[in-house]
C-alpha cells in the first residue's frame, strides 16, 4: 500500500476546467472513479445487492412462458409459449379473483383517499393543539400494530358471540340476532375497506396535514374578513390548497391499483367468503407455493406487475395533459 | 356548558364556529373510541379468567383478575424460541438496514458522484418493478437461504422509501460542513461516519423505526420460507397461527378446545380466545410503547420523503 491511495478529497466540480489535462468521455469517467473510489466502495456492494434481490427475480418471468419444473435448471425447461397466460384468461376463477382484486383495490382507494383527507382537514380546524396532538398519536397507533394482531382484532369485534359490532348493533335494533359477518363473503370487501381505513386513516393523514400547513395563512385571514364561513374556508382555501399532493398520491396509488393487499384478505378469508377474498396475491400463493405450478403462477404474478406498471405511466402522463403535478 | 366547551374549542367567534367545534369535538373523541377500544377490550379479556371470559360482557375492564394467561403464552418453550428470534431480528435487522440504507443514501446525496443517477434510478425503480412471489421463492431457494435466520435480514439491507426520505434529509444539510471537513483532509468515509450520520439523527430515528416495526410485525417470511423450521419462527406467526386456528372453528363455540391445568387445587383453564388476547398484548406492547415518542421524527421524514420523493 502506497501513501498516494489514501482516499484523496474528491473536488465536487463536475468539469474539472482549471486542470492542465482535460480529459473526456471514458477517460474523464475512468479519472473520476479513481478520485471517487471511496464512494463508489460504499455503493457499488448494494448496487450488486439490489440486482440479485430485486432484478434477478425479474429475470424468473421466463418462467411463465416455460412448463418450470424446479429439479431442472433455468434454461433446459420446456417452453410453453403463452399457454399459462391463456388458461388464465379463460380461467372462470382467475375472472373472479380479478373481480375481487380490482373491487378491493378500488374500495381501498376511494375510502382510503376521503378518510385520510377528511381526518386531516377536520384536525386542522381543532384549535386545541394538545388535543390535536393527542388525537393524532392515537390515530396512528393501529398503522404500527401488524395485520395480524389487526385481523384477530377485526375478527374479535365481528364475532357472533360477544363481537361489539353485533352487540352495538342489536342494542339500537339494527338487526335482530348476531349476524356472522366474516361468514357472509357479500360483506368482505366492506370489512377489509374499513379495517383498512380503521388501520391507516391516521398515518395517511400526516401528509395532508403537511400540505394544509403549508398553505399560506393570509388567504384565511382575508376570507374571513369577507365573512367567508367555517365549510367555505375549507371548500375554497383548505382543498384547492391540497390539491397537488392529492393528485401526486392518486397517481402513486392508482400505479398500485392491483395491489390490493394481502395481509388483511388472507388472515381475514376463510371458506365461507374466499370466492369474495380470494385476490390476485392469494391466487399466485396457493397456485405457486401450495400446488407448486410456479409458471402459472409467475404467470399471474407478471401479468399484476406490467398492468401496474401501465396504470402509473397512463396516469402520469394524463395529469400531464391536464397541466397537474406528477410523478415523473 | 358553553365555558366547558371552549375549554376544548379554544377561542370561538359565532355561534356557526361553536357548531362547528362542538361537531369536531365529539367526532374526534368518537374517533378515539373507535381506535382504541379493541385494544383496551383485548387488555381486558387477556387479564380475564378465561372461562369467565366466555359468559361475555367483558368490554373495557377484566371481571375476574388473572395473570394465568399470560403465564400459560409464556409457559410455552415455543412462544419463548419465537419471541427470541423476533427479538434479533428486529435489533439486527433494523440496526444493519440503517446503516447500510444510510450508507446508500449518503452517496447518492453527494452531487458530484459518478453513480448518483444511475444508482438513484436503479433504486426507485424497484418500487414498481418487483419480479413477484414465485421467482423470489425460487432465487432464495437457489442460494440457500431457506432455513436459515439470514433470510430475515439480507433482503432487506436497503428499504427503497428509507433511502429516498434519508438522502433528501442530507441533501438538506449546508454543504459548507462537508467542504470545511474536506479541506482539513476528510475523506469520504470520516464525512460520513464523523458527519453525515450524526447530523441526520432525526431522520435515522424515523427509518429505524420503520426498520424495526417492518421486522417486528413481519410473519409473511417465516410463512413461506420457514414455517418448517418450528425454531425460527417469530412471535407474529405464532399468533398467526393461534388466529388461524380459532378462525377454524368459526361459529363453534370459543371454548372449544380449552386446555385445562391444575395449579395448587384450583383448575385454571384457557380457551382459544384467552390465548390470543394475550398473545396479541404481548406483540403489540413493545411497539405502543416505543412509537409515540418517535411521532416528531417520523412526521417529519414521512413530509420530507413525500414532498421530495
Not at chain 1, 450488486?48 to 432484478?55: E, H, K, S, T
Not at chain 1, 435448471?73 to 388458461?87: I, R, T, V
Not at chain 1, 364475532?159 to 352487540?167: A, C, L, P
Request: net charge positive.
Amino acid at each position: 500500500m502506497s501513501l498516494q491511495q489514501t482516499p484523496t478529497p474528491t473536488a465536487p466540480n463536475p468539469s474539472p476546467k482549471g486542470s492542465v489535462k482535460n480529459p473526456t468521455g471514458f477517460k474523464l469517467f475512468l479519472r473520476r472513479c479513481k478520485e471517487q473510489r471511496v464512494l463508489l466502495y460504499m455503493s457499488i456492494p448494494f448496487i450488486i445487492w439490489l440486482i440479485i434481490f430485486r432484478y434477478l427475480p425479474v429475470a424468473g418471468w421466463v418462467m411463465a412462458f416455460q412448463d418450470f419444473r424446479p429439479a431442472r435448471p433455468m434454461f433446459e425447461q420446456d417452453w410453453a409459449g403463452f399457454k399459462h397466460f391463456e388458461f388464465l384468461f379463460t380461467d372462470p376463477r382467475f375472472m373472479e379473483v380479478m373481480r375481487n382484486t380490482l373491487a378491493m383495490s378500488f374500495i381501498n382507494l376511494i375510502l382510503g383517499f376521503v378518510t385520510a383527507i377528511s381526518l386531516a382537514i377536520l384536525l386542522n380546524e381543532l384549535r386545541n393543539v394538545t388535543f390535536k396532538r393527542i388525537v393524532q398519536t392515537i390515530s396512528y397507533m393501529p398503522h404500527f400494530l401488524s395485520w395480524v394482531v389487526a385481523a384477530g382484532l377485526v375478527s374479535a369485534a365481528l364475532s357472533m358471540e360477544n363481537g361489539i359490532i353485533n352487540i352495538i348493533l342489536t342494542n339500537i335494533g339494527i338487526i335482530d340476532r348476531p349476524v356472522m359477518f366474516l361468514g357472509i363473503g357479500e360483506y368482505f370487501w366492506g370489512i377489509i375497506g374499513l379495517s383498512d381505513v380503521w388501520k391507516n386513516v391516521g398515518w395517511n393523514s400526516i401528509i395532508y396535514l403537511a400540505a394544509i400547513t403549508m398553505i399560506d395563512t393570509e388567504q384565511y385571514e382575508a376570507a374571513e374578513i369577507d365573512g367567508a364561513s367555517r365549510l367555505q374556508r375549507i371548500w375554497h382555501i383548505t382543498l384547492p390548497g391540497m390539491r397537488p399532493v392529492i393528485v401526486i398520491l392518486l397517481i402513486m396509488n392508482i400505479g398500485y391499483i392491483l395491489e390490493s393487499g394481502f395481509e388483511a384478505q388472507y388472515l381475514l378469508m376463510n371458506p365461507m367468503n374466499m370466492d369474495y377474498a380470494e385476490n390476485l396475491d392469494i391466487f399466485v400463493l396457493r397456485y405457486g407455493i401450495n400446488m407448486g405450478n410456479f409458471s402459472l403462477a409467475t404467470a399471474a404474478g407478471m401479468f399484476k406487475t406490467v398492468v401496474s406498471f401501465i396504470f402509473l405511466f397512463s396516469a402520469n402522463s394524463i395529469a400531464k395533459k391536464l397541466g397537474e403535478a406528477r410523478l415523473f | 356548558m358553553k365555558k366547558f366547551l371552549s375549554k376544548f374549542t379554544g377561542r370561538r367567534r359565532g355561534v356557526d364556529d361553536l357548531v362547528f367545534d362542538t361537531l369536531n369535538v365529539i367526532f374526534m373523541v368518537l374517533l378515539v373510541v373507535v381506535m382504541l377500544y379493541p385494544m383496551i377490550n383485548t387488555l381486558a379479556i387477556s387479564f380475564n379468567d378465561a372461562t369467565d371470559t366466555v359468559r361475555g360482557g367483558i368490554h373495557l375492564l377484566p371481571r375476574e383478575w388473572t395473570t394465568y394467561n399470560f403465564e400459560h403464552v409464556f409457559g410455552e418453550a415455543q412462544v419463548l424460541q419465537a419471541g427470541i428470534i423476533s427479538i434479533l431480528r428486529t435489533v439486527i435487522g433494523t440496526s444493519l438496514s440503517v446503516f447500510c440504507t444510510a450508507m446508500v443514501a449518503y452517496t447518492i446525496s453527494r452531487q458530484y458522484f459518478v453513480l448518483r443517477k444511475f444508482t438513484t434510478l436503479i433504486f426507485v425503480l424497484t418500487m414498481y418493478i418487483n419480479g413477484g412471489l414465485i421467482p423470489t421463492y425460487l432465487l432464495m431457494r437457489e442460494l440457500s437461504l431457506i432455513g436459515t435466520f439470514w433470510i430475515y435480514v439480507i433482503p432487506h439491507i436497503v428499504g427503497i422509501f428509507q433511502l429516498i426520505v434519508t438522502r433528501s434529509f442530507i441533501e438538506g444539510l449546508p454543504e459548507t460542513i462537508f467542504e470545511s471537513a474536506r479541506i482539513d483532509g476528510a475523506g469520504e468515509w470520516t464525512q460520513f461516519i464523523k458527519i453525515a450520520l450524526p447530523l441526520s439523527l432525526p431522520v435515522i430515528a424515523t427509518i429505524a423505526l420503520f426498520f424495526a416495526v417492518f421486522q417486528w410485525n413481519q410473519w409473511f417470511d417465516v410463512f413461506i420460507y420457514n414455517s418448517s423450521y418450528p425454531n425460527l419462527s417469530v412471535l407474529q406467526y405464532e399468533l398467526m397461527k393461534v388466529l388461524q386456528n380459532s378462525n377454524a372453528s368459526l361459529g363453534s363455540g370459543s371454548a372449544a378446545g380449552a386446555f385445562a391445568a391444575s395449579q395448587g387445587g384450583v383448575v385454571q383453564t384457557v380457551t382459544p380466545q384467552a390465548v390470543r388476547a394475550a398473545m396479541t398484548i404481548v406483540v403489540s406492547v413493545p411497539i405502543i410503547c416505543v412509537y409515540p415518542f418517535l411521532q416528531k421524527y417520523f412526521v417529519k421524514g414521512l413530509t420530507l420523503g413525500g414532498v421530495k420523493g
